[in-house]
């Protein structure tokens, strides 16, 4: 079983015409992307014309020779710089810390907290994002606040710029004014189940919204209105669950709710955390983020590959804060394991895949679906949701509707 | 792949398959199931024994799940060997170098006052949030 697409009958094609790509049959049309995420979407006959071998006065000529899809016409040294600069070959290190509050292990202690935020700042990188997640503020605010604090003086110090994140289910207006004043984005944590009640508020003013979606949920229209009026600038919708009719629904629902925002796109500022991360927000070419671009820690100082890792049975642990040293992590076999898993050319369907220049379904949660880092990519309910959530933003790019709305949220599609 | 005895029997013929694809379907199923490999000269025998008692269906589940990893590991292998010099040139460096922690704090190392400074600052902080609990 397999969720690629081929053709019943393969074009023919002409040796040295086409560069390096990957496509996907969808709707009719023929996705194509190559390494970097750069895209085109062609019909089958210009396609088969593509592979054939294009002259210099086609139509089509021009988009496929900026895009990078001419073998005839291309630019090595550009494709050279972009491979160094978007891939491990000029890795600095995780970009993005993601500190769990309270939880299984107990609330972390105020010591704790600052030998975590110190390991962060180990880390190198141009910029440092710490997430500070929590069940309950009012138990966690002496070292929410201590870390928004403490971590602020570290960048000032360090001049490193440091990007805050608190991201909970309830808050008090006091708490969400010191953490507006603080320069740290509220993201509200929430169930989506059936549709909104347009006159029930929020827990708290967030400017995010991180949405657990679950079967029930509907009216994808109504939750973004719902979204809309109480402030939210985006929206990041995660599965609550990743059985077969729950990944289906998530994607349908999806689907309606990029229509309402290429719908609404002049009068609205909500945006769509999902297609921003994938389309605009990957700097590294490699899906998934254990290690590579995330980095998890528990109350009790543990570190882990991944916020995903962290939900597992502990396997994905690489020591304590107390103890490890940022320099060791390229050294523990669960660091290799996770790097080697991230990395499509390893993976059978992975290589072949029009979307892997954009996926995000990480080592960790295939260890923890299936029990497997590598995951069995056919009977994986993560690749089924990645690749829908794909198909559902893809499929609707050639639209200009949808095209004004990507550009409005400053992505390069180009 | 048949059931006797309870037991889920599976032949794989070699070269196509191999003892490590093997060994990684068995580790797929862990302790819910022994498998045993009989070798011969051109095939393995494999014999899954479940460890709960599970119907006829669960049983074959169980095979399909064995060989899937199995299938899985194998080509795996073919397509990490296609690509090892992709690979290489990108992971080689990056573990050849580590990872490189930012150094200390250079007016820390060089000023004790200011290091003496921040870690008050630090301190009163602390003071600050613990007086909140």
Redo the contacts between chains.
Sequence with gaps: MSRLTAFTKPPKARAGAAAPHQYRLLNGRVLITDEHGRWAVLSEPEYKRYLAGLKPSDLLWPMLQSRGFLAEAFDFDAAARRQFER???S?K?PGSHILLLDGKTGTME??MA?RTVDFV????GPQLTLELVFEDAARC???I??IV??AR?KGE??RRPVFLIARGKMMTPERTDFLRSHGAQRVLELDLEGAPDMKTAPSFAAQRARARLRPGARSPGEWARWFEKWGFESVRFVAASFDGGAVESFTAFYGEFLDWLAEHGEESRLRDEIALSFLAGRLWSLPGSDVLEQLAYDGAGRVFTSEAGAGGGGELCLGDVGEL???D???LPAT?AV??AS?P????LC?QCVYRPYCAVAPALSRQLQ??L?G????SSACVLQMGLMDRILERLPSEKYLNLLNKWNVDMA | MKIVKGAVHIKLGKPLYGAEGLAAGALALGARAQVFVDEGKTAFSIEIHPVEALSSAERLALGGEFLNEVLNHEYRQRVVRANAPLTQAVFAPLFARGFPAVPADPLEELEPQVKADRAREVSDLLEQARSMT
């Design positions: 891939s491990l070959l890795w290190g105020l010591d600052r700042f180990r880390c190198p605010w002496p070292v606040w201590f604090q403490y003086r110090w360090s040293r940022y320099q992590i390229a050294l290799r790097v080697a990395h050319d390893n993976q059978p290589a029990g497997t590598w069995q990519t056919p009977s």
